[in-house]
T-cell receptor, first 113, second 116 residues
Framework: AQSVTQLGSHVSVSEGALVLLRCNYS??????LFWYVQYPNQGLQLLLK??????LVKGINGFEAEFKKSETSFHLTKPSAHMSDAAEYFC???????????FGTGTRLQVFP | DAGVIQSPRHEVTEMGQEVTLRCKPI?????LFWYRQTMMRGLELLIY????????DSGMPEDRFSAKMPNASFSTLKIQPSEPRDSAVYFC??????????????FGNGTRLTVT
């Protein structure tokens, strides 16, 4: 079954530092890929999505992700972390020709002043 | 746009009791999803509907769980009888059309269920 793997359940960075959250997918056919963010006591919100139109996808709040087929990766980055970025981030995949959205295990981002 | 509305926000019940979680999707969305979130298993898709019809319920853990969508604006997830291991946050989400289209999945704020 197709899935996504998020490396690192916790990531800590200083305010202003680069944020890199890793996601790898398992699929022989490029699927639809997404990053969602979850703030405490809230549901998930879409950050960005890849749907084959462009390999570099820009999302909200200054985040972006690059689809690399050769590495089966879809890592999330932000050049400069802000305190308000502290949250849990989920990579997700919709396998080709289905409506399911399958989530990774999540990465909790902490931002220190 | 009021977003996806779930009720109640919190539910505490005793083992063996029936629990009903409710969801109102965003108007115009024709796909609805129920997810469960726990520390141990993360986010699990339980069931999803398209045009009020259940499409895939393979994630429903056992027969104690059932879900209905009697119309386009309402869905319920019922657990009968409830057990302590059902304690989790249950999310409802809706979208227009398929995931790959421009419409993203919109989540409610969840129902935190505690079964004692």
């Amino acid at each position: 079954a197709q899935s996504v793997t998020q490396l690192g359940s916790h990531v800590s960075v200083s305010e202003g530092a680069l944020v890199l959250l890793r996601c790898n997918y398992s699929s022989s056919v490029p699927p639809y890929l997404f990053w969602y963010v979850q703030y405490p006591n809230q549901g998930l919100q879409l950050l960005l999505k890849y749907t084959s139109a462009a390999t570099l996808v820009k999302g909200i709040n200054g985040f972006e992700a690059e689809f690399k087929k050769s590495e089966t990766s879809f890592h999330l980055t932000k050049p400069s972390a802000h305190m308000s970025d502290a949250a849990e981030y989920f990579c997700a995949v919709t396998p080709y020709n289905t409506d399911k959205l399958i989530f990774g295990t999540g990465t909790r981002l902490q931002v220190f002043p | 746009d009021a977003g996806v509305i779930q009720s109640p926000r919190h539910e505490v019940t005793e083992m063996g009791q029936e629990v009903t979680l409710r969801c109102k999707p965003i108007s115009g969305h024709n796909s609805l999803f129920w997810y469960r979130q726990t520390m141990m298993r993360g986010l699990e898709l339980l069931i999803y509907f398209n045009n009020n019809v259940p499409i895939d319920d393979s994630g429903m853990p056992e027969d104690r769980f059932s879900a209905k969508m009697p119309n386009a604006s309402f869905s319920t997830l019922k657990i009968q009888p409830s057990e302590p291991r059902d304690s989790a946050v249950y999310f409802c989400a809706s979208t227009r059309g398929r995931q790959g289209n421009n419409s993203p999945l919109h989540f409610g704020n969840g129902t935190r269920l505690t079964v004692t």
